[in-house]
């Protein structure tokens, strides 16, 4: 997919993720609208920044970045061990490492597998794959995962 133009309050809020991700030392993606966004696929409307990460950087953020932990028990779908939201003024960044899915009744270790770098604004950030993001959008089966998958073959 070819890059898409991508608002300045996006930018804004991926440059206050990265700001942040500096004092991760283990990998970590963006996932969900954003990172879709960032592979190149048009029309999404981008509501926060989704971002997995490990729980030795979870416990890092916690301490250095002052952000609290609001992992909570989550919902019917995910759940994180640790869960941070870093209120930005354009959008919300969420942090999130050990998180499930519930899937069939069943709840499973979520993470990608693959990783590609994304320049944006001079940032390089980590992205799985537009597949392994469609498998993402598949196994969390909301109408508006689907609606996603269905914006991404259309403009395949």
């Known amino acids: 997919m070819e890059p898409v133009a991508i608002p ?3 930018t804004e809020a991926l440059g206050a993720a990265h700001d942040v991700l500096q004092s991760c030392d283990e990998g970590w993606h963006l996932f969900g609208s954003c990172a879709l966004t960032l592979q190149g696929v048009g029309g999404l409307q981008v509501r926060d920044v989704d971002v997995l990460i490990s729980p030795a950087d979870a416990a890092k953020l916690s301490v250095h970045q002052s952000i609290s932990d609001e992992s909570g028990g989550g919902t019917c779908l995910f759940r994180s061990a640790h869960f941070f939201r870093l209120k930005h ?17 069943v709840w ?8 590609q770098e994304v320049i944006h604004a001079g940032r390089i950030f980590y992205v799985p794959t537009l597949d392994e993001l469609k498998q993402s959008l598949r196994l969390f089966g909301r109408a508006k995962d689907l609606a996603r998958l269905k914006l991404i073959e259309d403009q395949s």
Not at 90 to 100: K, P, R
């Open 108 to 115: 499973q270790p979520f993470h990608f597998e693959t990783v």
């Open 89 to 105: 003024d354009t959008l919300d960044v969420e942090f999130m490492a050990d998180m499930q899915v519930c899937s069939g009744g």
């Open 8 to 10: 300045s309050h996006i």
